[in-house]
């Protein structure tokens, strides 16, 4: 058997990621190296032809100092969209150091979403003058989307659309589409609009394409029409997206004219950023922290929950020197307090987190808050019964105290159900104030369950041990 031989000019398969996705580092290393020796024939061989994701995933891997040099080298091989992949620090670092016009010419080739996306962090100044090195048609169209509120769909909307006529017939459709040149890139469906611009319905392309030539595109307007307003905020499109499956939906300004689309890759990134910016506050993380974030910015934005979290931790611990002469007296005191206070802890930010998400997907309204409120209350309840038998065996038989272990398991009910109470009422008393409950409600409530579980342990057992 002979075995094939490669063509000449075929490019040899490199590794550029591993199996867990993370950028290779030999082949880091290669473009480093490449990079470094300003070698523009290697470099365009080993990235060239990266997808954009790729090659934002291969700049965050190059040193701050390689990142601008690699776009400088490539030039206009480079592909701009590469930078809506990283984080943000690491694009307002490689953006810092380009020249207005590169960036200007970078952001001209981008569709409107992205060339938005890239332009909306940077200073005023630097955004004006990367904007007035543009045409005024090209200006234009990125000074509409940056005028929209951020987090709006308006943000995030590609300008570019396809909108014909209601009177066109499915030929005159075809052969526009046919002939035109600067058509978007990708697009699912076909807007109808009026003279004025204004929105009048959506033909998708596959009932488009199985019509008769003659047929007119009014009569192939779908009934169920699904608008997004331009200044609608971008977790209740994603919502409206997921709910309906939809592929694409217009943008429209407030008097009805088409002014974009957005289309489902955007909102697969809305979702998925949403969800980031939830974990991250769950955990007293601000929702802009990146991995590439310098230590100063990181230790200062962290300061500041560590530093509600000491204050919450003085409140607990003064609730336990209330009780000092109780603890003096009976030291399975002092070993058993922490176990009600953190089992209440847990159980609060089960709740809690439910109720969160619950209000982040729209989930949770005025029609069903009463009795997920029950539900989570009798849920505190069954399991403040259930550890309590349990804890009040175990502590019972452990300091040979059937009366200890009567007050821990009082102690459990009680502070179990405050638990589940504090995980329902504190994230929407939050959210009715405007304020994000993902932001806060772990430092309130954990305050909250910690209180409570000593009270209650330390005061039921001064009633019941007579220890005052």
């Known amino acids: 058997m002979v075995e094939a031989e490669s063509a000449p000019d075929e490019k040899p398969a490199r590794p550029i990621r591993d199996e867990d996705g993370v950028m290779d580092e030999g082949f880091v290393e290669q473009v480093s190296q ?14 060239g032809d990266l997808h954009e994701a790729d090659l934002g995933g291969l700049l965050e891997a190059l040193d701050s100092e390689e990142r601008p040099k690699l776009i400088s080298l490539l030039g206009g091989d480079f592909d701009f969209t590469a930078l809506t992949e990283v984080d943000d620090a690491v694009r307002e670092e490689i953006l810092d150091e380009l020249s207005p016009q590169t960036v200007a010419e970078g952001v001209r080739e981008l569709d409107t979403d992205d060339a938005v996306y890239i332009l909306e962090d940077l200073d005023e100044a630097d955004k004006k003058e990367i904007l007035d090195r543009l045409s005024p048609a090209e200006r234009s169209v990125l000074q509409q989307g940056l005028d929209y509120p951020e987090g709006s769909a308006g943000r995030r909307m590609q300008a570019e659309t396809i909108a014909v006529p209601p ?35 959506t033909v998708r392309l596959d009932r488009l394409l199985r019509t008769k030539r003659p047929v007119s595109i009014s009569d192939l307007i779908e009934d169920d029409r699904r608008v997004v307003q331009a200044d609608d905020d971008l977790e209740d499109v994603a919502r409206m997206f997921q709910r309906y499956d939809l592929v694409a939906a217009p943008v429209v300004d407030k008097s009805g004219r088409l002014v974009g689309v957005m289309t489902i890759d955007d909102v697969v990134d809305v979702i998925e950023e949403a969800a980031d910016d939830d974990v991250k506050q769950l955990g007293g993380v601000d929702a802009d922290e990146e ?39 009976l030291v399975a005191l002092a070993v058993l307090a922490p176990i009600v206070a953190s089992q209440g802890g847990n159980a609060a930010t089960q709740t809690m987190t439910v109720a969160i998400r619950a209000l982040g997907t729209g989930q949770l309204g005025s029609w069903n808050r009463a009795r997920f409120f029950r539900r989570e209350m009798i849920v505190g309840l069954l399991n403040g019964v259930a ?8 502590s019972g038989f452990w300091f040979g105290n059937l009366m ?59 009633i019941l041990l007579r220890l005052g």
């Open 167 to 201: 009177f066109w017939t499915v030929g005159q459709t075809i052969d526009y589409l046919r002939e035109t040149q600067d058509l978007p890139e990708r697009f699912f469906e076909i807007f109808v609009a009026d003279p004025g611009h204004r929105f009048v319905g």
């Open 34 to 47: 490449a990079v470094l020796l300003s070698d523009l024939t290697t470099l365009r061989h080993l990235v």
């Open 291 to 329: 991995l590439s974030d310098p230590v100063r910015e990181v230790a200062l934005s962290r300061f500041r929950w560590r530093f509600i979290s000491l204050i919450a931790a003085f409140i607990s611990a003064s609730v336990m020197a209330m009780f000092e002469a109780q603890l003096s007296k």
């Open 404 to 462: 200890l272990g009567v007050v821990i398991a009082l102690a459990m009910v009680a502070t179990l159900v405050v638990a589940a109470l504090a995980g329902v009422v504190v994230p929407l008393a939050l959210d009715k104030a405007g304020i994000d409950p993902a932001i806060s409600s772990g430092t309130f409530v954990t305050t909250v369950t910690d209180v409570v579980g000593f009270f209650s342990f330390l005061g039921i057992a001064t």
């Open 387 to 394: 550890f309590a038998v349990i804890t009040g065996t175990v």
